[in-house]
């Protein structure tokens, strides 16, 4: 018997970057949800840095303009080489960012900083019901397979143990400044709490019943090895320090971020940071092992080879020791630092978790998942774009809206995506700890046949330089699905957008030729038809939980087959067995599970607000009509013409039906009419929604679905 239970609908175990952003979905979709972590601070400086594209694009789909508004701004890669008389020199300069790829560019913060910004939004969102629960430590976890295909059950229960202060408290070594070697109960959780037994009067333990659990709950994740996942990969030998300082130096590019190969001392990678202070990551020629782990040669050589088979002793690794195999790599120039903020080493390890959940009840996500070296600023995106994929589908399933399918797509989406990643950091991360041949360019491309031992420093800038799309996250294509409709007819081969020559197969109808389906709805410019305000596309479509059909009206204008599709498309909203009708409860706004917008491209002034059916104008439950439903394709008066119906591949004589999930990714692309969505679209939501027409809504349990009593404008595009 345990002194407390309770029961929830997602129970998040883990409050790093990945749970957070699963926490936020539950707070935007009104889901009873609990976030715990073992922890009792969350952190303060240190760990992840870099934010890539796709991960501003989603965060600014929250709302949260912190990260982007306050972090430093990457603009250009420089690369240094070894100049081959002992020196270094500057063989590139690149941008940053793959240009126009996203309105954001690559940029980083510290990773405290952004878990704060997601735990504002959670608390303002879920009106104070979810917050992180610290000191919270599961200590065994079981589903009850019985109850697995009941919607309504609670068939996965998890023992917590509330902890002290003083256990919860995250352990360092050093002391005077903050580090990343050693953390508390790194997945040790039995060696302290399996004999316990819970009393009915201990009240430090809880017995928690959950619809679903998700396990966020980092690399060494207790989750996963208590679903008995092993994680499948290797370990490189190489040893890594990084440190957060502020440099003192006459290497003329501390500003940008830099890839040093030095001749024989190793690599370093630079990162300009926030408030004048700058990130190295720099190999560790040489490591401090553990004498324990050591054969009796190793133990009585002096020198400490980076290769020696023992475990890194990391309580031996300080700031200076770090600092001092900087320098080696910078020489000629000379590197001093104030101010650390931060320090840790690393071994590079490259896993990926064959499976991500259990009976589609229990589910792991981020670092649980996949783990690979931090420098190509993925890993902390990684997790929290799991779980913004697996988060709207946990709420849509928990709210009743659709079927638990869905929930399968997650691994199927997630895990490919993770493969690649692997893929992609393997070549990177051995070509920048690999030795270069010391040659200037024109010789170096030869450099891999000059010794086993070196590598070529073209190859190193050009497999740099093609990651640069995979790294920003905005070209990952989810495989077709019960969310993907991709028919054969729209197979098309393109040049691979990760640069090189080779095919692959995109599904891109020639109806929207620049919306490849099962990629995400890149944004455009456009004039709210209303106000004649410009906005983003993607600022129309927030991530609160609902589909879009975004209906590419053309230049309807004096065009009466476009003019009548309008009018029947309207008629078809209208009716009873309205797609929008079937997957809306009684009594919610209409727009509340699948939004329509509208963009036409016919001039803005010379059409009237009121010509608009009102099915595109809606009125709320108190009768008030939606001005921010319809937009132009059109010039603004103050930031030029978004050009969207070209940016997209549209013609504006045929128009196009785009359907966008919650995330953001396109999930068909359909001729306008409709008969459209009469057929193939109603057909798409039929195979996971849910009918809920007869199903009262409930406005004050989902206030974010159904009853938000405020209008709600979108923000401006400045
Ligand atoms: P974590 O951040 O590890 O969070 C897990 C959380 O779960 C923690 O709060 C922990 O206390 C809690 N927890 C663990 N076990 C339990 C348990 N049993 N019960 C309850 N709670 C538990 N990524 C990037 O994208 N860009 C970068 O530039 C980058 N640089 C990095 C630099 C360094 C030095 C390091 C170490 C990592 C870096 N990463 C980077 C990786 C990034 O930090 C991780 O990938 C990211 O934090 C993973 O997020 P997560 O939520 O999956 O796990």
Known sequence: MVAQESNVDVLIIGAGPAGLMTANWMARAGINARIIDKRSSKIFAGQA????????????????????????????????????????????????????????????????????????????????????????????????????????????SVLIKKLDEDTALPDQYGGKVANGLFRAFEGDQEKYYSSVEPTETDSSFELVHAKYVVGCDGAHSWVRKQLGIEMEGESTDYVWGVLDAVPLTDFPDIRHRCAIHSADSGSIMVIPREHGVVRFYIQLQETPRDPETQTESEKSSSSASAKSSGRVDRSRITPEFILAAAQKIFYPYKIDIRDVRWYTAYQIGQRVSPTWHKQLRVFIAGDACHTHSPKAGQGMNTSMMDTFNLGWKLAHVCNGLARSDILETYEDERKKNAYDLINFDYKLSRLFSGKPAVLKDSESEQASSVGSARISLQEFRRVFEM??????????????????????????????????TALVTKYISPIATNVPVGMRFDTAQVVSQSEANPHFLSDLMPSDGRWRIVYFAGDFKDNMAL??????????????????????????????????????????????????????RPK?????????????????????????????GIDPKKGA????????????????????????????????????STRKADPFERWDLYGSDEVVQPVLAL
């Open 49 to 156: 840095d870099g934010l890539e594209c796709r991960t501003l694009e989603v965060f600014r789909s929250f709302g949260i303009d912190g990260p982007w508004n306050s972090s430093n701004h990457m603009q250009e890669v420089c690369f240094w080489e070894p100049d081959g008389k002992g020196g270094l020199y500057r063989s590139a300069r690149i941008p940053d960012t793959v240009k126009g790829i996203s309105r954001f560019q690559q940029c980083v913060i510290h990773q405290g900083r952004i878990e704060s910004w997601f735990i504002e939004s959670i608390e303002k969102t879920s009106r104070g019901k979810i917050t992180v629960e610290r000191g919270m430590l599961p200590v065994s976890i079981e589903i009850d397979e019985s109850k697995i295909s009941e919607a309504s059950a609670y068939p996965v």
């Open 467 to 500: 990651g640069k799309a995979f790294a920003s996250g905005c070209i990952i294509d989810y495989p077709s699905s019960l969310l993907e409709y991709k028919p054969k007819e729209i197979a098309t081969e393109v040049v691979d957008p990760e640069g090189g």
């Open 563 to 616: 003019t009548d599709t309008m009018t029947d498309i309207a008629a078809y909203l209208d009716s009873k067995d309205s797609l929008i009708k079937r997957f809306t409860p009684q009594g919610a706004k209409s727009d509340s599970v699948i939004e329509i917008i509208l963009i036409h491209a016919s001039p803005r002034t010379a059409v009237e607000w009121t010509e608009f059916p009102q099915a595109f």
């Open 620 to 648: 709320d439950n108190y009768g008030r009509e939606d001005f921010w439903k319809i937009y132009v394709d059109d010039e603004s008066h103050h930031n030029g013409h978004g050009h969207a119906y070209k940016k997209y």
């Open 657 to 692: 039906l785009i359907v966008v999930r919650p995330d953001g990714y396109v999930s068909a692309v359909l001729p306008i009419g409709a008969d459209s969505l009469a057929g193939p679209v109603a057909e798409f939501f039929n195979k996971f929604m849910i009918d809920v």
